[in-house]
């Protein structure tokens, strides 16, 4: 090799370090901890754009901006056992940062892209594997739809069968349709979810599980939903000791994962258990940041992301796909004048009621038909089934506000002959709402049912 040559090979090697050596590194410094927010210096960033703080030990860890003000840039760690010292240095995500005799890039950990690869997957709210399975190379990367034109989108027009006799019968639901699960503790919830979830006709299912008992996540998927239901779903987990930041983004990712979905033209079913805990964790992260309560102590910010949350599922723009959706809303002392339960009642398309009274007597699915409703079943239902569902449900509310005065013996049989037919009736019906959690009653057989149980009260008249 000539010097030339020589000379041309140095040349080369010292172009390709210098293209390598990047032109600027950003870092800022962490200054404060007010809460759950740290407070960063010198480093300004766009709301929602990863960090990463390195450590004095050398690890690091991942935070969201969620704010900033006057130089000062607010983040929120994404894992609740993220612990910091005074001073240390914070970078954005994916940009180099100085190690000393080199740069070394600032990775996020990797996170599942949305897409047919998540199908049977368990994953937290920033899409990071929780269930130990290899990440797919090959995956392409997806995204949720976001806003969609409120006149382009599809009508609900079609019933979509939940496997559910009271629901399929009573309360029909339609696909695209987003309704609450009004419930206290203790009253059957994650059962009926599981029903749902295992015993609909849905082609994808999306599982948010947002502020549950770490307990309850592996008895959930592999008790209540399955290991077949499991195939054709998608569980999202955050659970109560994760950051509320985490919880937040759970329940966004969750809809991500459902309208992607969607808008491939699949009917998805997307269950989120809970829509209370999401405002939670947002009331937490929007009082961090000092707003002011304003609703038993939930800022303005909470009855804003609320609708913006539900908003995004429902029918898409283009015929064929759907995200039929329910909401668990979480009921304190088993009322329903919570701030978080009237706004889910005016954003959401009906609601189901679980009655405690019920559950205690031992009546499962514990749905109080009276108290509930379908916005849609009007519209997807015909004039005989809602007929006949009107009369069950007005029979089924004669009985339960006269019971205690017939147990007591003070009523006299043919004083009241409506009541008189409740009660002859009372069994059909109860039986009727009463379903098994490994059975499975498909709508038209449910609908049949319906008809016979009205026709007996009709004759009982």
């Known amino acids: 090799m000539t010097a030339t040559d020589q000379a041309l090979v140095r040349l080369g090697a010292a172009l390709r370090r210098l293209?390598?050596?990047?032109?600027?590194?950003?870092?800022?410094?962490?200054?404060?901890?007010?809460?759950?927010?740290?407070e960063v210096e010198g480093l300004p960033l766009a709301l929602d754009q990863r960090a990463l703080i390195r450590t004095g030990d050398g690890r690091t860890i991942e935070a969201c901006c969620v704010s900033f003000d006057h130089g000062i840039t607010h983040l929120m760690a994404l894992d609740a056992d993220a612990s910091v010292g005074p001073g240390a240095l914070v970078y954005p995500a994916g940009?180099?940062?100085?190690?000393?005799?080199?740069?070394?890039?600032?990775?996020?950990?990797?996170?599942?892209?949305?897409?047919?690869?998540?199908?049977?997957?368990?994953?937290?709210?920033?899409?990071?594997?929780?269930?130990?399975?290899?990440?797919?190379?090959?995956?392409?990367?997806?995204?949720?739809?976001?806003?969609l034109n409120p006149l382009r989108r599809t009508q609900i027009a079609q019933p979509?069968?939940?496997?559910?006799?009271?629901?399929?019968?009573?309360?029909?639901?339609?696909?695209?349709?987003?309704?609450?699960?009004?419930?206290?503790?203790?009253?059957?919830?994650?059962?009926?979810?599981?029903?749902?979830?295992?015993?609909?006709?849905?082609?994808?299912v999306v599982v948010g599980l947002i502020g549950e008992r770490g307990r309850e996540v592996r008895e959930f998927c592999e008790d209540i939903l399955g290991a077949e239901a499991l195939k054709r779903s998608v569980v999202v987990v955050a659970t109560?000791?994760?950051?509320?930041?985490?919880?937040?983004?759970?329940?966004?990712?969750?809809?991500?994962?459902?309208?992607?979905?969607?808008?491939?033209?699949?009917?998805?079913?997307l269950i989120m258990d809970s829509l209370t805990r999401f405002a939670m964790?947002?009331?937490?992260?929007?009082?961090?940041?000092?707003?002011?309560?304003?609703?038993?102590?939930?800022?303005?910010?909470?009855?804003?992301?609320?609708?913006?949350?539900?908003?995004?599922?429902?029918?898409?723009?283009?015929?064929?796909?759907?995200?039929?959706?329910?909401?668990?809303?979480?009921?304190?002392?088993?009322?329903?004048?919570d701030p978080v339960a009237d706004t889910a009642r005016g954003v959401l398309d009906g609601h189901i009621f679980l009655s405690r009274d019920l559950a205690d007597a031992g009546h499962y699915p514990a749905i109080?038909?009276?108290?509930?409703?379908?916005r849609v079943m009007p519209k997807v239902a015909d004039a005989a089934q809602i007929e006949r569902a009107r009369l069950v449900k007005r029979m089924f509310g004669r009985y339960q506000r006269s019971r205690d005065l017939v147990a007591m013996g003070a009523y006299s049989a043919g004083a009241d002959p409506e009541l008189d037919t409740a009660l002859r009736v009372w069994p059909g019906i109860a039986a009727y709402l009463q379903q098994s959690p490994e059975d499975r009653v498909d709508r038209m057989t449910a609908l049949g049912q319906l008809m016979t149980l009205g026709l007996d009260i009709q004759r009982g008249r």
């Open 19 to 38: 293209h390598s050596t990047p032109t600027s590194v950003r870092c800022g410094r962490l200054v404060r901890i007010n809460g759950l927010i740290l």
């Open 281 to 337: 964790a947002q009331r937490e992260i929007a009082l961090g940041l000092g707003e002011p309560p304003v609703a038993r102590g939930y800022p303005p910010s909470v009855f804003q992301r609320l609708p913006e949350l539900v908003e995004r599922v429902g029918n898409s723009e283009v015929a064929g796909g759907s995200v039929t959706a329910f909401y668990t809303v979480l009921l304190d002392d088993d009322e329903s004048s």
């Open 95 to 147: 940009t180099p940062a100085d190690a000393g005799a080199h740069f070394e890039l600032m990775e996020r950990r990797r996170a599942l892209p949305i897409g047919q690869s998540l199908l049977g997957r368990i994953v937290d709210g920033f899409g990071r594997p929780l269930d130990d399975l290899p990440i797919a190379l090959s995956a392409l990367p997806g995204q949720g739809s976001g806003r």
């Open 240 to 269: 109560a000791d994760s950051a509320p930041l985490a919880r937040v983004r759970g329940a966004w990712f969750a809809t991500d994962v459902a309208t992607w979905f969607r808008d491939q033209g699949r009917n998805v079913l």
């Open 368 to 374: 109080d038909v009276e108290r509930s409703i379908s």
């Open 160 to 204: 979509m069968d939940v496997g559910v006799r009271a629901i399929n019968g009573l309360l029909t639901v339609g696909r695209g349709q987003r309704v609450g699960i009004f419930a206290g503790t203790g009253v059957g919830k994650s059962v009926l979810l599981g029903m749902l979830a295992r015993r609909s006709e849905a082609d994808v």
